[in-house]
């Protein structure tokens, strides 16, 4: 597509229940990154993508963060039993690059609330 | 690590006025790249700059340039004229080449225009 995006764009979910997050990145684009942006923090890295390589999962927060990339495009992030302090708004981004040094195209997020 | 720090939360500036938002990086690198980043209220985060630490000369995008002091590992952004859709936050991102995929970003400075 001409954009990455993301769905769904809000989500409001109760204490323990399950969530999927979409991303659908720029066609052509091999690397693929999840971000999370919590209220007043900048934005900490969660998972890389790159083409069919093992995905480096090293900032993930716990077990319950999961992710998946299928046929090196769509992504989902599943977030399980999700806790308040899981409430956030999830960027998703990708490049055309492996490497980080022009950047990356991000989506719109979703803003994930947890009541 | 490296660390990313933006130590002005909030900044405002008249319509048609320069305002420069602050940024400060640590690093023990000598070839990186700086990045900064514009996010409206629609939250998707756009390039507005990015800078190669191997050039010296400051990088230039329209209304908006970089003051980049590499000694002092300072990267501060000018917006010249103002516009009221400049309103937004503004992060400074840090990547550290060398084939690196991972942006760092700072907490973010909060940009208000007063018409």
């Known amino acids: 597509g001409a954009g990455v995006s993301q769905s769904p764009s809000n989500k409001v979910t109760e204490k323990g229940k399950d969530v999927e997050l979409r991303c659908d990145p720029i066609?052509?684009?091999?690397?693929l990154y999840w971000y999370r942006q919590s209220l007043g923090q900048g934005l900490e890295f969660l998972i890389y993508?790159?083409?069919?390589?093992?995905?480096?999962k090293s900032g993930l927060p716990s077990d319950r963060f999961s992710a998946e990339r299928t046929g090196g495009s769509v992504s989902t992030l599943t977030i399980q039993r999700t806790q308040q302090e899981d409430s956030a708004v999830y960027l998703c981004?990708?490049?055309?690059?492996?490497?980080?040094?022009?950047?990356?195209?991000f989506g719109s997020g979703t803003r994930l609330t947890v009541v | 690590a490296q660390t990313v720090t933006q130590s002005q939360p909030e900044m405002s500036v008249q319509e048609a006025e320069t305002v420069t938002l602050s940024c400060t990086y640590d690093?023990?690198?000598?070839?990186?790249?700086l990045f900064w980043y514009k996010q409206p209220p629609s939250r998707q985060m756009i390039l507005v700059i990015r800078?190669?630490?191997?050039?010296?000369q400051n990088a230039t995008e329209n209304r908006f340039s970089v003051n980049f002091q590499k000694a002092a590992k300072s990267f501060s952004l000018k917006i010249s004229d103002s516009q009221l859709g400049d309103a937004a936050m503004y992060f400074c991102?840090?990547?550290?080449?060398?084939?690196?995929?991972?942006?760092?970003f700072g907490k973010g400075t909060k940009l208000s225009v007063i018409p």
């Open positions: 800078q190669e630490a191997y050039k010296q």
């Open positions: 991102a840090y990547n550290s080449g060398a084939g690196s995929y991972q942006l760092t």
């Open positions: 690093t023990s690198e000598s070839d990186y790249y």
């Open positions: 066609s052509g684009h091999t690397a």
């Open positions: 993508f790159q083409g069919n390589s093992a995905p480096d």
């Open positions: 981004a990708s490049s055309r690059r492996s490497s980080g040094d022009y950047g990356y195209t």
